[in-house]
């Protein structure tokens, strides 16, 4: 009996490389245009939003903190305050070295990682790999974003960073 359940976890994986945690998380706080808090399993968790990374607003050095990521702090903010979300996890990475869980987060039905990337508020992050599920979706709204020149794109000086950035990430 084990070795079949095994076998169909395994399968499972294959088929089925982004896990969706059955559920609504109550949004407890947003931390920055990237970082959440909610309420997981009866405890309090951070969830940086997979495949972005947005301007820092909220960083220790000071100085690492720019007005562009008080923008994207406040869009998050406007879309997740007093919400409850839906996360889904990649099979391969559920948390990162900080011990925050990795998750897509949707609010609404819309994916809010997507949502960032189309408003220019964040590239399509890549520096940790690719999405799994969304990678098209991803690259078609960086590029609009980019066309647009929205937020972060309209911005000389981050547009540069972020695509010297991406180049370091092996992705233009």
Known sequence: M???????????FLTFPV????????????????????EFNRKYEKVRLLCVNTPESEHPD???NIPMGKVASKYTQKKLTGKHVNLEFEIDRLRGNLGRLLAYVFVD??????DLVR?????????YGKSQKYDSEFRVAEKQARKEMLNIWGDPELTKK???????????
């Open 2 to 12: 084990n070795r079949y359940r095994l076998i169909i976890s395994f399968l499972l």
């Open 19 to 38: 896990l969706a945690i059955p559920g609504q998380y109550k949004v407890i706080r947003v931390v920055d245009g990237d970082t959440i808090v909610i």
């Open 62 to 64: 000071k100085k690492q």
């Open 109 to 114: 039905g819309q994916n809010l990682n997507l």
């Open 119 to 127: 408003q220019g508020l964040s590239p399509y992050y890549t520096k």
């Open 162 to 172: 972020y695509l010297r950035l991406k180049s370091k990430w092996g992705q233009r």
